[in-house]
């Protein structure tokens, strides 16, 4: 099993220690995981971005517009989750 997630893998651009990182953290799901969403690498993968993301997304022949779809909810999520923090910030100094 670990076999066939490595060239998997391997096949799509990650390199043995990102695919190790990814196996560990997948376990036997990955393959099935990344097929049906690259972009949660991003997310749960220390080390890997959504650029890396979407590059393995454009080898299993994820189309464009599902990756640009795909980027601009990252922008979004983003952006959401600075407004919150810095509001957070905002609202600690506030306390006496």
Request: proline letters at 2%; glycine letters at 8%; aromatic letters at 6%.
């Amino acid at each position: 099993m670990i076999r066939e997630i490595m060239l998997f893998l391997h096949s799509n651009g990650v390199g043995r220690s990102r695919a190790m990182r990814i196996y560990k953290t997948y376990g036997a799901d990955a393959i099935r995981l990344i097929s049906e969403n690259p972009y949660r690498l991003a997310r749960d993968i220390r080390g890997i971005g959504f650029r890396t993301a979407d590059q393995i997304a454009a080898k299993l022949g994820i189309e464009k517009r599902a990756r640009v779809i795909a980027d601009s909810q990252r922008i979004v999520s983003s952006s959401l989750c600075a407004r919150h923090e810095r509001a957070t910030a905002v609202a600690g100094s506030a306390s006496p």
